[in-house]
């Protein structure tokens, strides 16, 4: 089977700077791959230049087959992939469902309450200001609007930072109930080194601009000496 | 939400009654400012919802009031014998919002234009405007053109003439509340929420799938479109346009009555305007000079103590007794 997202030879910077330097990867329909590394390897540069925020100046993006590499970030965004930035962004001053609303019509789509199932707290608070609620609310918000917007493919730049402790089992839990019960395909930076381990079916390792290391789920306890290595400082 | 409607209402009823408490040439003096109301409104849209600060709105409102003298004056060649008002008005917003959209191009879309320096484009361009207005001999250069007809409601300029101060008057708040009503109606929908939150963050609009530029582009050419109406109109009243209409001049007055009536409140731009625009004939005369300096003055005390506008502060503690939050 083919998978949902196909990278191939990534190439994209900063100006003058290569930040990545060809990188490969796969996301399958309902899979969850965790992209791990230290501190400046290019994980968060991954994602945006996935998302079209910043150019990708060689190699192909391809979701479902088709063709996204070079096209600005409202296409790829309709042509199915959601972005969860690191900080949540939500829409301060509009309400909880204001921002839902938004995150659906850019795609044409409407806001259906079976969205709000999976975020019992936003159904409480869809009438008040997202400015007020939590960090982990606003977080929970983050990833239902990229949901409302129906994407395949969601991507999440450290989803649990600044999220206390004990909402993380939570926020996990939520995650992976999109990608087994929607059948959406998850990409995530995460530092959280357990929480990945836990959630991820497949754990990439990013170095200098590339993808040096590839765990499936299966042989992840195996890997477990060899990750810590590659994450240490 | 319900009783902001209800001072709404109360507002434009009080405006439909106000000419029959005060004299003849205060109605026509009033029904002149109701364009400069339409105006704000215009500025209020672009500037207020889709953060579109422009330092030159007044070369929309120049270009409707020229496009309608030279349509009603049977000044547009091949069109002379047709001096239609209805073609006029049709031109004062279609000329504008043509010009807004090919800016639009230029300006939001590729890397985009944003902040200051779209403004100080808006301002260059207005400038350029009223230059290039003071030395086209077809427009009347610097002594602009004189004689512009009032409204004819024949189709071919014929017909009954809007000349007298009560129809006058309530023709142009006709206008300007239908106006309202459709922004309203525009800004409360989803297609409104997506325009306020490109005032918010344009970014984060891209990456939820919307063509921002397309979204501003759009929302710019309504706003300049319907400054070019209110343009329209004035010409029709005041029967004399002048390089003055499309200028810097004006382009800042409508800046100051908009943020002293509120740039986030239509109705409260629209109210800026009438206000100062009357309180300028009374205290003028009487400050001279030094009307400019109390302007100012307000201004200052404005931005200090109402960030959102004096009407707007006042029109939101009626409705719900409290300062104007976001929005």
Redesign the interface.
């Known amino acids: 089977m083919a998978a949902l997202l196909e990278v191939r030879g990534l190439v994209a910077g900063y100006g003058g700077a290569r930040i990545l330097d060809g990188v490969d990867l796969a996301v399958e329909a309902g899979g969850i791959t965790c992209l791990l590394g230290r501190n400046g390897t290019g994980k968060t540069t991954t994602l945006k230049a996935l998302?079209?925020?910043l150019p990708a100046t060689a190699g192909s993006i391809r979701l479902g087959g088709q063709e996204l590499a070079g096209l600005?970030?409202?296409r790829?965004?309709?042509a199915g992939i959601g972005?969860v930035?690191q900080g949540r962004?939500i829409?301060?001053?509009?309400s909880v469902e204001?921002n839902l609303?938004?995150?659906g019509?850019?795609?044409g789509a409407r806001l259906d309450d079976g969205l709000l199932e999976r975020f019992p707290v936003l159904a409480e608070r869809r009438r008040q200001d997202a400015s007020t609620l939590s960090g982990g609310e606003q977080q929970q918000l983050a990833i239902a609007?990229?949901l409302a917007?129906r994407p395949r493919l969601l991507l999440l730049d450290e989803p649990t930072e600044g999220i206390q402790p004990s909402l993380v089992d939570r926020l996990a839990e939520t995650l992976a109930g999109i990608a087994r019960e929607d059948g959406i395909g998850l990409l995530l930076v995460e530092q959280n080194l357990d929480l990945a381990l836990g959630l991820a079916d497949r754990v990439l390792v990013m170095e200098k601009g590339r993808i040096e290391y590839v765990v499936e789920a299966a042989g992840l306890a195996d890997a477990l000496p060899a990750l810590e290595a590659r994450l240490s400082i | 939400m319900k009783r902001q409607r209800l001072v709404q209402g109360f507002v434009w009823a009080g405006l439909a009654l106000l000419p029959l408490f005060i004299g003849e040439w205060q109605v026509l003096q009033l029904a002149q400012f109701l364009t400069y109301g339409l105006f704000a409104m215009s500025l209020a849209l672009a500037w207020g919802r889709l953060g579109l600060l422009s330092f030159g709105q007044a070369l929309f409102f120049g270009l409707g009031a020229y496009a309608m003298a030279l349509a009603t004056m049977g000044r547009l060649p091949g069109l002379e014998a047709w001096p239609s008002s209805w073609l006029g008005l049709a031109l004062a917003c279609l000329v504008p919002w043509s010009v807004a959209q090919l800016l639009g191009f230029f300006l939001f879309h590729g890397r985009g234009l944003r902040g200051a320096y779209f403004g100080i484009t808006m301002l260059a361009l207005a400038v350029l405007a009223e230059r290039l207005t003071q030395g086209a001999g077809w427009l009347g250069g610097l002594n602009g053109l004189i004689g512009v007809p009032p409204l004819a409601l024949g189709l071919d300029g014929g017909g009954p003439v809007l000349f007298d101060a009560l129809p006058t008057y309530w023709v142009m708040l006709g206008v300007a509340f239908a106006v309202f009503v459709g922004l309203e109606a525009l800004l409360a929908s989803?297609?409104g929420?997506?325009m306020?939150?490109v005032r918010?963050?344009e970014?984060?609009?891209?990456?939820?799938?919307?063509?921002?530029a397309a979204i501003k582009r759009h929302g710019f050419a309504l706003s300049a479109a319907i400054a070019g109406l209110a343009g329209g109109l004035f010409a029709s009243q005041f029967g004399f346009v002048s390089p003055k209409l499309i200028g810097f001049g004006l382009s800042a007055e409508v800046l100051i009555w908009t943020a002293l009536g509120g740039r986030e409140m239509l109705l409260a731009a629209f109210l800026g305007a009438l206000l100062l625009s009357w309180t300028e004939t009374v205290l003028a005369g009487l400050l001279g000079a030094y009307w400019l300096l109390a302007l100012a003055g307000l201004l200052v005390l404005s931005v200090l103590f109402f960030e959102r506008g004096f009407v707007a502060g006042i029109l939101t503690f009626i409705a719900e007794g409290r300062r104007p939050?976001?929005?």
């Open positions: 998302m079209g925020l600005p970030a409202h790829i965004a309709r972005w930035p962004s829409f301060a001053g509009f204001e609303v938004i995150g019509l850019g795609h609007r990229a917007g | 989803s297609r929420l997506a306020t939150a918010e963050n970014d984060r609009l891209g990456y939820l799938g919307y063509d921002v939050g976001r929005r």
